[in-house]
């Protein structure tokens, strides 16, 4: 099916473990996104690659890192998880920056 | 800092109702999106509205623009209960490329 995937889709750290989020699109999109959504706030971008071998820092970049491994392949990085960043993380894919995004189905993170 | 700000928070309504929604940014946009969020799920695009156009359709989905007073409107005509979503407004600004600011989102609840 074509669309984003992303794994897992649920998750529980410990403060102070590293994980990595992975996200895939199969749609040859150029841009990718990861949002995380919080109660009451929306999504706030998190990084963002316009595209191949291109990434940049969004609104609340403090605590990650990102891969644009290839067209395909975008990965988050939680270096040592902190219990603020328990949240729903999103990634997204777009054709081109700025618009209709197709959203992954999310992975919910819980730290303890 | 959130750009869009929709309004109501909550909504509930009856089958068959109309259900309008209202969205308000503070910078210059090169387009307004609407996306809808079941619980639980990622965000799925329904409409995009360019800054030189006032109105778009898309089935029951009518979305206006008013870039003079920087607000938007969604209205869903003859709703159904699976319309029940959380709907959210999201804008790309001119001076942040390709990057969608979403707002907090109005929860639509259609009962039978």
């Known amino acids: 099916n074509a669309g984003v995937t992303q794994t897992p889709k649920f998750q529980v750290l410990k403060t102070g473990q590293s994980m990595t989020l992975q996200c895939a699109q199969d749609m040859n999109h150029n841009s990718m996104y990861w949002y995380r959504q919080d109660p009451g706030m929306g999504l706030r971008l998190i990084y963002y690659s316009a595209s191949e071998g291109t990434t940049d820092k969004g609104e609340v970049p403090n605590g990650y890192n990102v891969s644009r491994l290839n067209k395909r392949e975008f990965s988050l990085r939680l270096e040592s998880a902190a219990p603020s960043q328990t949240s729903v993380y999103f990634c997204a894919s777009s054709l081109v920056g700025g618009h209709g995004y197709t959203f992954g189905s999310g992975t919910r993170l819980t730290v303890v | 800092s959130q750009q869009g700000e929709e309004d109501p928070q909550a909504l509930s309504i009856q089958e068959g109702e109309n259900a309008t929604m209202n969205c308000s940014y503070k910078?210059?946009?090169?387009?307004l999106q609407w996306y809808r969020q079941n619980s639980g799920r990622g965000l799925v695009h329904l409409i995009l509205i360019r800054s030189n156009e006032r109105e778009k359709h898309s089935g029951r989905l009518r979305v206006t623009l008013d870039t003079s007073k920087k607000s938007s409107s969604l209205l869903i005509t003859a709703s159904r209960a699976a319309d029940t979503a959380s709907y959210f407004c999201?804008?790309?600004?001119?001076?942040?490329?390709?990057?969608?600011?979403f707002g907090a989102g109005t929860q639509v609840v259609v009962t039978p």
């Open positions: 910078t210059s946009i090169n387009n």
């Open positions: 999201a804008t790309a600004s001119v001076d942040s490329w390709g990057k969608l600011q």
